[in-house]
């Protein structure tokens, strides 16, 4: 990611003293953040660059009210369970909440609809109550195509219906060959 190099490029011209390289990743940082408005990844870097190279606490403190959270959080879009579910929903609950203590204030979802904001909050408490939804539906629907079925009625606008096919045929596949190799049904899930 262009953001976490441009963090780097400052911390290494403050540890080599280096002014005119300091002054680039200043300068470049915040004319991404300027070209990309309310993109939060792209500002935070700038505050973090800004408040490391001016000791600015305030930019610094900005910087750390974003999370990256890859695949524990998703933003609108349906979450690929299909390895999951053969070990439970637990560990990622888990994660969540080890997200959720972070305490921040945005989160960039590894999976995202790119017309939500990306309040931590709110992306937090969508990725609950998913897995809470999906592993309802996972105890009651009796086919993978009744899965699929019910998740796009609950969720009409999430993006990424092939993932949530793929889940759907990997995970009813398992279950109706138990004792069998699961990579098959995982990779076939997406065929």
Do not use: C
Not at 53 to 63: G, I, M, P, V
Not at 111 to 132: C, F, M, S, V, W
Request: aromatic fraction near 6%; glycine fraction near 6%; avoid cysteine.
């Amino acid at each position: 990611m262009l953001e976490e190099t441009q963090a780097a490029v400052a911390r290494v011209a403050l540890a080599a003293k280096d002014e005119e390289l300091a002054q680039l990743a200043l300068v470049n940082s915040r004319r991404r953040a300027e070209r990309n408005p309310g993109v939060v990844s792209i500002a935070a870097t700038a505050a973090q660059v800004r408040g490391l190279l001016e000791a600015n606490h305030a930019d610094l403190r900005e910087a750390v009210e974003l999370v990256v959270a890859g695949d524990v959080i998703y933003n609108g879009a349906h979450l690929y369970l299909s390895e999951t579910s053969l070990a439970g929903l637990d560990n990622w609950r888990q994660a969540i909440d080890r997200v959720e203590r972070l305490g921040a204030r945005h989160i960039v979802a590894g999976h995202q609809n790119p017309k939500l904001d990306d309040d931590a909050a709110r992306t937090i408490a969508g990725t609950r109550e998913y897995l809470d939804v999906a592993e309802a539906a996972l105890n009651t629907e009796k086919t993978a195509v009744d899965y699929f079925n019910a998740m796009v009625a609950r969720y009409p606008d999430h993006l990424g219906r092939t993932v949530l096919w793929a889940t759907a045929q990997a995970v009813f596949g398992i279950r109706e060959h138990p004792g069998e190799d699961p990579i098959p049904f995982i990779a076939g899930g997406w065929l």
